[in-house]
């Protein structure tokens, strides 16, 4: 069974950083296409960055503080938030399709990440 886990949410002061990482398990197939999301209480889910083309792309919430990278070898994809603001705080979530066809979509569980001023 393919699940995704993911790693590194926590409390952090305002203008601290965290690094979330998205681990696949349950399957050869590296990660393909791949997002973060996060839902904070009472707002809709929103979409934080994604990567299934050439280059990332990232909301213009996060851009120029938020990082995308690849592990092939560990089958992980990271997320560094650096310049963390209060507003940053939410529910971070992993969405994956493996690189195999048809493959579906895959959520991570979530992760707490907390930004106090």
């Known amino acids: 069974q393919v699940q995704l886990v993911e790693s590194g949410g926590g409390e952090v002061q305002a203008g601290g950083s965290l690094r979330l990482s998205c681990a696949a398990s349950?399957?050869?197939?590296?990660?393909?296409?791949v997002a973060w999301y996060r839902q904070a209480p009472g707002k809709e889910r929103e979409l934080v960055a994604q990567w299934d083309s050439a280059i990332p792309e990232y909301g213009d919430s996060v851009k120029g503080r938020f990082t995308l990278s690849r592990d092939r070898a560990k089958n992980t994809v990271s997320l560094q938030m650096n310049s963390l603001l209060p507003e940053d705080t939410a529910i971070y979530y992993c969405?994956?399709?493996?690189?195999?066809?048809?493959?579906?979509?895959?959520w991570g569980q979530g992760t707490q990440v907390t930004v106090s001023s």
């Open positions: 349950g399957t050869n197939f590296r990660i393909g296409a």
């Open positions: 969405n994956a399709r493996l690189a195999k066809l048809n493959s579906p979509d895959y």
